[in-house]
């Protein structure tokens, strides 16, 4: 059996429920009710409830302590002594202080606690936007990778002029990688081969090529075709081949001969064999470097395949001109690269 007090309550939030007929409202065995009756004996009694007089004018931030005055605010809408008629007068009151309440929660929460520290952490915000930019910048740059092999540097002082060019344009930056070498360090002493210089990375793998979005590939000549060394790099390349992730690349070729008759244009056109294979673009820089291309009263390297210069007997240096074609060459790799990406 059910009190008189419990039953004016079920009774009074039933009286809310449309889905109850009014014939079911005495109606103890109505399922609805049933149900009803088996979620208020789970809730705790009403005794243990701790009543707070002014409750509905604080700002409430406990779920639970939420929870629980909404429930305490729908007993006092019931009316006086808890009735089974609501009283309007009660309920408008308690209606308006809930809506104080909720309207003050929110005016306290949206309301700023330190002026300062917004400003900054606004500005530290900005910071770190700024600097995932750079970040950001820095890595969507177009790669040239310029591989070269040198044994008396001469290859590998066009190589850094080359660099040059490319970085000059903007969003292409030039790589240097250096193969490595195949001749023991005794073969290279009877040679008299200077020492590599470390600021410059040997390629430790041909896969790393994958990465570049173009290339300039620089050797010495041996007899009309490219050095040893460089030929065991693009022997290295079988799996790149096999995957054709080179496919569709701009690259270029720049050489050294040691007399001027000693493979200049050969040594870049026997070269492009290895370019058709992997499906690569070769691209010359014909006579691009205007006036330059046509001086007769120096010595000059070069050719419309590629940059070059003359070694001699390995004591003769680059002259200004070699060296202007070369940054020139990188210049004109780095603006097709870009052309090709943006195409």
Request: one cysteine or more; glycine letters at 10%; aromatic letters at 8%.
């Amino acid at each position: 059996m059910l009190s008189t007090r419990r039953r004016c309550l079920l009774l009074g939030e039933s009286h809310l429920d449309p889905k109850l007929a009014p014939s079911s409202f005495f109606n103890l065995q109505h399922p609805l009710i049933i149900r009803r009756i088996r979620r208020r004996e789970r809730r705790p009694p009403f005794s243990s409830l701790q009543l707070q007089p002014n409750y509905t004018s604080q700002t409430i931030h406990d779920p639970l302590q939420q929870s629980t005055n909404s429930s305490l605010s729908l007993l006092f809408t019931m009316g006086k002594g808890g009735g089974c008629v609501p009283s309007k007068k009660k309920s408008a009151s308690a209606t308006a202080n809930a809506a104080v309440a909720r309207d003050g929660a929110v005016a306290l929460s949206s309301a700023p606690i330190d002026g300062n520290k917004s400003s900054v952490d606004s500005s530290s915000s900005e910071l770190n936007v700024s600097s995932r930019n750079d970040v950001v910048t820095q890595a969507d740059k177009l790669k040239v990778f310029i591989v070269f092999y040198s044994m008396y540097g001469h290859v590998e002082g066009l190589a850094r002029r080359m660099k040059k060019g490319v970085d000059s344009v903007e969003g292409v930056e030039g790589v240097l990688f250096r193969v490595p070498e195949t001749l023991s360090p005794e073969v290279l002493e009877q040679m008299k081969a200077p020492a590599k210089d470390d600021s410059i990375p040997e390629i430790s793998s041909a896969a790393e090529l994958a990465a570049g979005d173009g290339f300039l590939f620089g050797f010495p000549t041996r007899y009309g075709c490219m050095a040893a060394q460089m030929k065991a790099f693009f022997d290295s390349t079988g799996q790149l081949w096999k995957e054709q992730k080179l496919a569709g690349k701009p690259a270029g070729f720049f050489v050294s001969t040691g007399t001027q008759g000693g493979g200049q244009e050969t040594t870049a056109w026997t070269a492009i064999t290895q370019l058709a294979h992997h499906g690569m673009l070769f691209v010359p820089i014909g006579y691009t470097f205007g006036a330059g291309m046509f001086k007769m009263d120096t010595i000059r390297g070069g050719s419309p395949y590629g940059a070059g210069v003359f070694a001699g007997d390995g004591t003769r240096d680059p002259s200004d001109t070699e060296l202007a074609l070369a940054e020139h060459q990188g210049k004109y790799m780095a603006a097709v690269v870009k052309r090709l990406a943006q195409a």
